[in-house]
Nanobody, 124 residues
Framework: QVQLVESGGGLVQAGGSLRLSCAAS????????MGWFRQAPGKEREFVAR????????SYADSVKGRFTISRDNAKNAMYLQMNSLKPEDTAVYYC?????????????????WGQGTQVTVSS
């Protein structure tokens, strides 16, 4: 049974940092590209970052480039999102996602698997 479980969300002041984690039960984990999406209240879900199965390719939304870093540890079946210099507009529910195709994770329309989400709130 495939399962993605996010953790690490919380309340932080603007300018602060958080590290999100995604624990994945996807055999084999290394066969999947992974990504992060977010959805703010009243807004559509949007792409944040993605990483290829090997970790050799990454891409970011322009809004987070230079502030967020995506990474993965295939030995631990885990993916991470280091978020620095957080802004109030980063407030959203953050979702972990997985798909065998890296290209699919550029948007969320055909992603194979989703986590339940973790709330990130950035206060001004």
């Amino acid at each position: 049974q495939v399962q993605l479980v996010e953790s690490g969300g919380g309340l932080v002041q603007a300018g602060g940092s958080l590290r999100l984690s995604c624990a994945a039960s996807i055999p084999p984990f290394s066969g999947y590209a992974m990504g992060w999406f977010r959805q703010a209240p009243g807004k559509e879900r949007e792409f944040v970052a993605r990483i290829s199965w090997s970790g050799g390719r990454t891409s970011y939304a322009d809004s987070v480039k230079g502030r967020f870093t995506i990474s993965r540890d295939n030995a631990k079946n885990a993916m991470y999102l280091q978020m620095n210099s957080l802004k109030p507009e980063d407030t959203a529910v953050y979702y972990c996602s997985a798909d065998q195709a890296y290209s699919v994770l550029a948007n969320g329309s055909r992603v194979d698997y989703w986590g339940q989400g973790t709330q990130v709130t950035v206060s001004s």
